[in-house]
């Protein structure tokens, strides 16, 4: 066969591989042919057809110095370069890249690498979690392995596992005192005590009375936990003795002391004594029977002012009534009234006229007449009252106030009714409003419901608006009423 001529097989024409053995290259060849040139340069026999009549070399063999020309895709083996990185690959006209060892270190080693701790960070690894669950034996104040361990301790103080617990200054979770830090509450029906487990459970009858296992007999648990014996006579431990008998005290009975209190009560009459010397006795309390409680006791002066927030009371030796003393030295006395407020009710009197005179009274009169009376204190309207001596005159009465102070003195004042009509005597006699309408202070009088702005403040003065005198009356007289608040 001519392989320097064109071969049909099946049909299709290939294209010839030429050889040679001369130093003369074909002049004409089609890409993609061979051509072997015996007798070339070492290592560059073997000629490629790289595009229609231009051969280029396919690859140089070996030696020890790279070439100066080159096409894309030669190869060349250095043999003096080292152990690995002898291979050279033409990656452009005339430049030869090295493909092995082009990297001359990883991780500051060279050689074959191998990855080592400390190469990557936890942050430089993909798709990895915020944090890992924890695992392995727990510490601090819990007990137990992850991912389920338990509580044993708070603060490293071990939880107990039986009693009444408490929390102390330092956080922790430690055993209540009996007596001192609990006491059974009023109309508890649950204790609870520790479980064991670091939790609570309801104390059953027998772990309450376990609680007084250490004391026996007439011995009583005291409030520091501890168990004690009550002593009988004078100088007990800290506690009250109480006699009973029929009749006044003829028992004897020690001084008292802080640690002793004699107390006796008389089973016949309910009086109640105590013992305030050696053999001595005093009456506390006396019913008499069925009589009314009594309090007996000497007259004297005022006694200093207490404490605030409390009063001194005491029997007045020249008064013969009871007096108490407030915190800033103010005497109080007592005085008989069925209700409080009937003490604090107070009265604002205005007359106009004179029922000597041989003149009635005129319109004028009756207002407008500023400043007639001053309240002493702060109250709430009660009534208003109108009478004369004579006719059916009617008078507004109001309240003056004043709302703005310049160099110690009122430069303004505000005026407001007190009724929303006049109120009008009835032929002479007594004439009423009050808020409901109702029945006035004296019982009987059925007043009108016309009285407004009932709140009066310490300082307020009270006068007549106007007034209708009717010609008859010679006096006229008004009754402010007030509850003192």
């Known amino acids: 066969m001519d392989i320097g001529s064109s071969v049909n097989f099946s049909g299709k024409t290939t294209t010839p591989v030429q050889v040679g053995l001369t130093a003369s290259m074909p002049a004409t060849c089609t890409a993609g042919q061979l051509y072997f040139e015996s007798d070339g340069v070492t290592g560059r026999q073997l000629q490629t057809c790289a595009a229609t009549n231009t051969w280029a070399p396919v690859a140089y063999a070996q030696g020890t110095v790279n070439p100066v020309t080159c096409s894309v895709g030669q190869a060349y083996f250095k043999t003096n370069a080292p152990t690995g990185q002898n291979l050279y690959l033409c990656s452009a006209t005339n430049t030869w890249t090295q493909m092995a060892g082009a990297i001359t270190s990883v991780f500051g080693r060279t050689g074959p690498v191998t990855a080592l701790t400390g190469d990557y960070t936890y942050s430089q690894i993909a798709n990895t979690p915020a944090a890992l669950p924890p695992n392995g034996t727990a510490a601090g104040d819990l007990s137990g392995s992850y991912p389920n361990p338990v509580v044993s301790q708070v603060n490293g103080a071990a939880i107990p596992t039986t009693g009444v617990l408490k929390a102390n200054s330092s956080r922790q979770i430690v055993p209540a005192v009996a007596g001192t830090d609990y006491a059974p509450a009023a109309g508890t029906t649950t204790v609870l005590k520790g479980n064991g487990s670091g939790g609570f459970s309801s104390a059953a009858a027998s772990d309450v009375v376990n609680l007084f296992a250490g004391c026996s007999g007439?011995?009583?648990?005291?409030?520091?936990?501890?168990?004690?014996?009550?002593?009988?006579?004078?100088?007990?431990?800290?506690?009250?003795?109480?006699?009973?008998?029929s009749g006044v005290p003829s028992t004897n009975c020690a001084a008292p002391s802080s640690s002793n209190l004699a107390v006796y009560l008389d089973t016949a009459n309910g009086d109640e004594w105590w013992c305030y010397a050696a053999n001595s006795w005093k009456k506390t309390l006396s019913v008499t029977g069925s009589g009314p409680y009594q309090i007996t006791g000497a007259t004297g002066t005022a006694p200093n002012p207490p404490a605030g927030g409390t009063v001194a009371c005491y029997f007045d030796s020249t008064l013969n009534t009871q007096v108490c003393v407030d915190s800033s030295g103010n005497s109080w006395q007592m005085v008989k009234e069925t209700a409080l407020a009937d003490i604090q009710k107070r009265s604002c009197d205005i007359s106009v006229g004179d029922a000597s005179s041989s003149s009635a009274v005129t319109n004028a009169q009756l207002g407008p007449q500023k400043h007639a009376c001053k309240i002493a204190s702060s109250g709430t309207l009660l009534e208003v009252d109108v009478e004369s001596d004579a006719g059916s005159?009617?008078?507004?009465?109001?309240r003056r106030r004043c709302t703005a102070w310049t160099s110690g003195t009122c430069s303004t004042e505000a005026a407001a009714n007190l009724v929303s009509a006049a109120v009008a005597a009835s032929s002479g006699y007594l004439g009423c409003s009050n808020a409901t309408g109702a029945a006035g202070l004296d019982g009987g009088t059925v007043c009108s419901g016309t009285l407004q702005n009932m709140s009066l403040n310490a300082g307020d003065w009270l006068e007549l608006v106007s007034g209708t005198a009717g010609g008859t009356a010679k006096l006229i007289t008004v009754h402010v009423i007030y509850q003192v608040n």
């Open 218 to 245: 007439t011995q009583y648990l005291g409030a520091d936990g501890g168990c004690h014996t009550p002593t009988g006579g004078s100088g007990g431990s800290g506690y009250v003795a109480l006699t009973t008998g």
């Open 393 to 398: 005159p009617s008078v507004i009465v109001g």
